[in-house]
T-cell receptor, first 114, second 113 residues
Framework: KQEVTQIPAALSVPEGENLVLNCSFT??????LQWFRQDPGKGLTSLLL?????REQTSGRLNASLDKSSGRSTLYIAASQPGDSATYLC?????????????FGTGTRLQVTL | DTAVSQTPKYLVTQMGNDKSIKCEQN?????MYWYKQDSKKFLKIMFS???????INETVPNRFSPKSPDKAHLNLHINSLELGDSAVYFC????????????FGPGTRLTVL
């Protein structure tokens, strides 16, 4: 059974800092991994999707890496801003022949202070 | 706006009642999902439909019955509501079942009293 863990559970940094969020998964047979952000009381916004054959994906100040063999992904946020404050979730999709589903991590709650 | 939308946004009801949550997506996707986010903020899939056919049903009590009248809609009907059903329910959609991003709706906060 796939288990996805995110460390740390919560993180507070001053504005302008670069930071790394970690995601680990127990079963390396994944199809892809997706990073989301969730604002309080809101839905999930997809940030980046990394296919199992890829090592990293970039979007603006965000860079996500994937090391499938070790069961790890990181989300790097450069020059953090107060607007980045949210909960960040990673989710993995298993490699199956037919239907598949996302297994979500426990989330990292990020606060960027002025 | 192109999006995944859910109604209602909030739902407060008594134990034992029956309620429905509606979801619509205008992204042209062929696969839709229902997720449950519990009080600890843990998200777990409940159901998935592809082209109106049920493809994932995760050990969810049969009081929960999804219905997909067409590819753009996936509704969730819940019978005999229980206190433990209180959660935020998210609808999502994707094109295909595997390698494409899932897009989420804003969620429906269900409170059972």
């Amino acid at each position: 059974k796939q288990e996805v863990t995110q460390i740390p559970a919560a993180l507070s940094v001053p504005e302008g800092e670069n930071l790394v969020l970690n995601c680990s998964f127990t079963d390396s047979a994944i199809y892809n991994l997706q990073w989301f952000r969730q604002d309080p009381g809101k839905g999930l916004t997809s940030l980046l999707l990394i296919q199992s054959s890829q090592r990293e994906q970039t979007s603006g100040r965000l860079n996500a890496s994937l090391d499938k063999s070790s069961g790890r992904s990181t989300l790097y946020i450069a020059a953090s801003q107060p607007g980045d404050s949210a909960t960040y979730l990673c989710a993995v999709r298993p490699w199956t022949g037919t239907a598949s589903k996302l297994t979500f991590g426990t989330g990292t709650r990020l606060q960027v202070t002025l | 706006d192109t999006a995944v939308s859910q109604t209602p946004k909030y739902l407060v009801t008594q134990m034992g009642n029956d309620k429905s949550i509606k979801c619509e997506q205008n992204l042209g996707h062929d696969t839709m999902y229902w997720y449950k986010q519990d009080s600890k903020k843990f998200l777990k899939i409940m159901f998935s439909y592809n082209n109106k056919e049920l493809i994932i049903n995760e050990t969810v009590p049969n009081r929960f019955s999804p219905k997909s009248p067409d590819k753009a809609h996936l509704n969730l009907h819940i019978n005999s509501l229980e206190l433990g059903d209180s959660a935020v329910y998210f609808c999502a959609s994707s094109q295909g079942q595997t390698n494409n991003e899932q897009f989420f709706g804003p969620g429906t906060r269900l409170t059972v009293l």
